[in-house]
């Protein structure tokens, strides 16, 4: 019996020492979800940010990863992203307690909501995805001056539906719309070619800000009207307090958008967190709920005031809603495809350029070398 077991040991001692020396197969690496400034294009390079940047060319699935990840847009995505399940369950809550189909004034709550649910949404999506590549860069945050263009429109039909008083009312609801919705396009237009001609200064500003500011002295005209001739800011309209807070919500994301602070004050400290980018998306959210919660209490309470006024329209507003959306989209894709181009054009330069590269003497010397071996 010791003399079976001794010889069962014996065979299996060299096994075990065998599966011990063999190589394990070595483990996957774990990915790099950031890199230095200096490791991907100019494109993509933000003011006074020198790392947390995602390396190009990945797969969609590691863009997705990266929603978890710390990286410089992590916080550009997330705020909006939670406002944009908020306003999920805010639009929820509204379908199903106001009757949309049955109600034709509430109509233009419901295109608030849905507009600012997109444009959140396409925020969120442009700074998760746009380090696909240099198309996908452009794409996506087309995609994202769309979604600003929607909801422009979508704040525009609320303020003049809801909020706005009989004597502003009939000096402009022969225009508001059309420029409204005009204006909406405009600021995506500009937006748009600022981000393709990527000049950042004073051409691209003009381009991007000035239609932008344009579109909002008009959409909020009817609000600012309310304000200055409201006779007593205390008495019972609630809403007043509401609209309020979203001009200086929407005034402070302004400032932030247009400067680049506090991150010019803290060069290479801000990677993550402290951007003014990420600052004007909280204010341009708490514009986006204050104005919501205005507009909704607006809907409730004067409806005596705005129902005689729009009981016939010069306009069809769902009309214009459509084609501020179609015209912005078309807008975007054939921007897009300019884009393409050159960004196809970009590549096949440089693969020419390493083709045509002129050959060293070291490379000469190691070709000859290799003649002389084959012969």
Request: glycine residues 4%; positive net charge.
């Amino acid at each position: 019996m010791a003399t079976m077991v001794a010889q069962k040991l014996s065979h299996l001692l060299p096994s075990l020492r065998q599966a011990h020396q063999e190589p394990r197969p070595a483990r996957r690496p774990e990915p790099v979800f950031t890199v230095d400034r200096a490791e991907v294009p100019p494109l993509f390079w933000k003011p006074y940010i020198y790392v947390g940047y995602r390396p190009l060319h990945q797969t969609w699935h590691f863009y997705f990863r990266t929603l978890f990840q710390q990286h410089n847009e992590a916080v550009n995505v997330w705020t909006h992203l939670l406002a944009a399940v908020v306003l999920l369950l805010r639009l929820a809550v509204f379908v199903g307690t106001v009757g949309i189909w049955g109600d034709p004034h509430a109509l233009p709550l419901f295109i608030l909501l849905l507009a600012s649910f997109t444009y959140l949404s396409f925020s969120a999506l442009a700074h998760l995805l746009q380090a696909k590549s240099e198309f996908w860069h452009y794409s996506f945050f087309f995609l994202d001056y769309v979604g600003v263009a929607v909801y422009q429109f979508g704040s525009a039909l609320a303020h003049f539906y809801y909020a706005i008083e009989p004597a502003w009312h009939a000096r402009v609801q022969a225009v508001f719309l059309p420029v409204a919705a005009f204006l909406a396009w405009l600021s995506c237009t500009g937006s748009c070619y600022n981000k393709y001609i990527q000049k950042p200064g004073l051409l691209g500003r003009t381009c991007q800000e000035v239609p932008s500011a344009l579109a909002y002295a008009l959409d909020i005209s009817p609000v600012v009207h309310r304000i200055l001739v409201s006779p007593d800011p205390t008495s019972d309209d609630p809403a007043l307090l509401y609209h309020k807070c979203q001009v200086v919500f929407f005034l402070l994301a302004a400032a932030f958008f247009s400067t680049f602070m506090p991150e010019r004050w803290f060069p290479g400290s801000c990677h993550v967190f402290g951007q003014g980018h990420q600052l004007f998306h909280v204010f341009l959210v708490l514009c986006t709920l204050a104005q919501l919660e205005a507009v909704a209490l607006d809907y409730e309470a004067r409806r005596p005031i705005y129902e005689p006024l729009h009981t016939r329209w010069p306009h069809n507003f769902s009309g214009l809603f459509l084609l501020t959306v179609g015209s912005s989209v078309l807008t975007a894709f054939l921007l897009s495809q300019l884009c393409r181009e050159r960004v196809d054009t970009a590549q096949s330069r440089e693969s020419d350029s390493r083709v045509r590269r002129p050959v060293t003497k070291d490379a000469k010397t190691s070709v000859k070398g290799k003649e002389r071996t084959r012969g």
